[in-house]
């Protein structure tokens, strides 16, 4: 069935210093991808998606790439932050089904 | 006002009880979802609705039913509670082909 692998499970950084989260899913046909983040007591929010159209999407201190032949798709945060700690997921989705298959989250923690 | 308020935020329940967790939104979107997340699983779809007349079973079903009572409101139901229904619940809105929109979360836990 469909599946998204998330890595890594947690992730300590220095504040300054950039983060990676890998993502890998499944589902060939898939076409969006969105990434979460999840602060403590609330529900996951947009932070930042990518469509299968563009390989590449910036945004501030935030950016997605995605390998549509490996099936990989990446966040990068850099300079970060203390507020940037939180729990982060990745998803993907394709067009007819609309379902999001989510990954099962990275625990980001920024050492200040 | 929250776009997506789900109701109650916290319930501590029975085995065998049966509950309803409600959401309802404001976005005016047709598809609906039920998720659930428990620790190092991440968010596992339960059930979804792309409109009023439309329900469909996600990867986690059973023990668990919905009803779309309207376009903003969708219920998730334990039947008869069990203690690994333990969890924390998200009910999320969407409009294709974009983001989900995820309301604050009900804390469950069954005794």
């Known amino acids: 069935g469909e599946n998204v692998e998330q890595h890594p499970s947690t992730l300590s950084v220095q504040e300054g210093d950039s983060a990676v989260i890998k993502c890998t899913y499944s589902?060939?046909?898939?076409?969006?991808f969105p990434w979460y983040k999840q602060e403590l007591g609330k529900g996951p929010q947009l932070i930042i998606d990518i469509r299968s159209n563009v390989g590449e999407k910036k945004d501030q201190r935030i950016a997605v790439t995605l390998n549509k032949t490996a099936k990989h798709f990446s966040l990068h945060i850099t300079e970060t932050q203390p507020e940037d700690s939180a729990v982060y997921f990745c998803?993907?989705?394709?067009?007819?089904?609309?379902?999001?298959?989510f990954g099962t989250g990275t625990r980001l923690k920024v050492l200040a | 006002d929250a776009d997506v308020t789900q109701t109650p935020r916290n319930r501590i329940t029975k085995t065998g009880k049966r509950i309803m967790l409600e959401c309802s939104q404001t976005k005016g979107h047709d598809r609906m979802y039920w998720y659930r997340q428990d620790p190092g699983l991440g968010l596992r779809l339960i059930y979804y609705s792309f409109d009023v007349k439309d329900i469909n079973k996600g990867e986690i079903s059973d023990g668990y039913s919905v009803s779309r009572q309207a376009q903003a409101k969708f219920s998730l139901s334990l039947e008869s509670a069990i203690p690994n229904q333990t969890a924390l619940y998200f009910c999320?809105?969407?409009?294709?082909?974009?983001?989900?929109?995820f309301g604050q979360g009900t804390r469950l836990t069954v005794v």
């Open positions: 589902d060939s046909a898939s076409n969006y």
């Open positions: 999320a809105t969407s409009d294709p082909p974009g983001q989900a929109f």
């Open positions: 998803a993907a989705s394709r067009t007819g089904t609309y379902k999001y298959i």
